[in-house]
Nanobody, 123 residues
Framework: VQLQAFGGGSVQAGGSLRLSCAMS????????VGWFRQAPGQFREFVAS????????NYAESLKGRFTTSRDSASRTVYLEMNSLEPEDTAVYYC?????????????????WGQGTQVTVSS
């Protein structure tokens, strides 16, 4: 089982990026998916999550209104849409998959982790 986040890059403040998360070896549609990020010198923190059926989402309080996660059952892909990006959003972003069906904010809920993708926001 391999999980991968991709779509990161460099953007100016105020810009947008869309990250994607895909899984090989199993159907991602069977898992709840969480997004986490880690900035240099910081602990990894929760960003957003979405339940297995896509009916429930959860966001870090500070990111509500700017970040949106969704899933496409047809393509078995989960997305993180990031708008109005700020330099403080600069981090490596990870997606993770959980057997627990709900949209958990807890790292220990997630059994599978992908390689991160770098997001850099310049002022």
């Amino acid at each position: 089982v391999q999980l991968q986040a991709f779509g990161g890059g460099s953007v100016q403040a105020g810009g947008s990026l869309r990250l994607s998360c895909a899984m090989s070896g199993r159907a991602l549609s069977r898992f709840a998916v969480g997004w986490f990020r880690q900035a240099p010198g910081q602990f990894r923190e929760f960003v957003a999550s979405i339940s297995t059926d896509g009916g429930s989402t959860n966001y870090a309080e500070s990111l509500k209104g700017r970040f949106t996660t969704s899933r496409d059952s047809a393509s078995r892909t989960v997305y993180l849409e990031m708008n109005s990006l700020e330099p403080e959003d600069t981090a490596v972003y990870y997606c993770a998959a959980s057997w627990v069906s709900g949209a958990s904010a807890t790292e220990t809920s997630y059994a599978f982790w992908g390689q991160g993708t770098q997001v850099t926001v310049s002022s």
